[in-house]
DNA sequence: CTAACTGCAAATTCTTTGCATACTC
DNA sequence: GAGTATGCAAAGAATTTGCAGTTAG
């Protein structure tokens, strides 16, 4: 996934602020920083690692700010939230980034993404049959990886 | 989704007492008991609403088995569990059910099953691409339900 | 200024674990 | 009878909450 332009970065930063603004919420240094930080990280963070990357630096941010921000970023749709299967939560930025999917491996839990236009087809007809107003999707494919550096690969046929 | 004749609900019942002697594993009531419960409920019930659904009932089992069983369950592939966005995971039968997905309502929290062929085709497609050896999917559509005695309504446009 | 935000630690929720007792093989 | 499975309660992991102090508007 690429990085995003500065010039998109302004925008996401804007759209946040915006955001805040519309629920006459506060603009702190807090939670521009976890915005920034969920920008910055290469995608898939969970919120402790997002804790303690802060906390290394120079901004030192508690765990009921993260979450706190996160539930904010979550709901002016900034950031989606994923759940791989175990209980921990991943996030990652969803501004200007195409829908896109996920291929899980069960041994090494290594997070590939793809994407395909055929989803959105299903989607649209779902929606159509069951008169359900759809918002978003999470399609989770989950098997084996064959990189050379997977750990814990069973020997289960 | 339809209940499983007796013949049906037998073969689950052998297939996971042939899962146990292959593993070394006893036989026990308890184990038995949780199969037939989730085996029972109308599907997507979580390890808590088991334990207290068993509790009430005569077979009086612990959360530590209830948690023990459903793990041998999805070793033995007789059960499958999902993460529908909360930390809550639910369990739901999975021998002779085609498979299926979920449409989630993000209000209510109501899920409803649909089934598309085309799911299938994506899976080897994304498989034969990515070098990635799928063993199973998870489509989660989440959005608003339409159903009059939909709870939690929010007025967001 | 003052109400909302933050940090801290304690509370909650869901799940797992350790250990004495009970039961399968 | 030997040793696994169970029940209980306590531990653990992830997230939330309450409250006193801090800060944006």
Redesign the pocket.
Known sequence: MSRLSPDQREEVRDRF?AF??R?????????LV?LDAIYDAKGHI???TL?FQLKQQK?????????????LLLDSDLVV?H?FG?????YEPSFRFWQHDHLICLDCHHIMEFCDPRIQKIQEMVADIYTFEIKRHALNLYGHCQRVDCTNRSAAA
Chains 1, 2 share one sequence.
């Not at 901004?59 to 539930?71: D, F, G, K, P, Q």
């Not at 175990?86 to 991943?90: G, P, R, T």
């Open positions: 602020l805040l603004k629920r006459g919420l506060r603009q702190t240094q807090a939670r976890v969970d919120a402790d804790y901004h030192s941010i508690s765990r009921a700010t993260v979450y706190n921000t996160l539930s939230r759940q175990n209980s921990q939560a991943k």
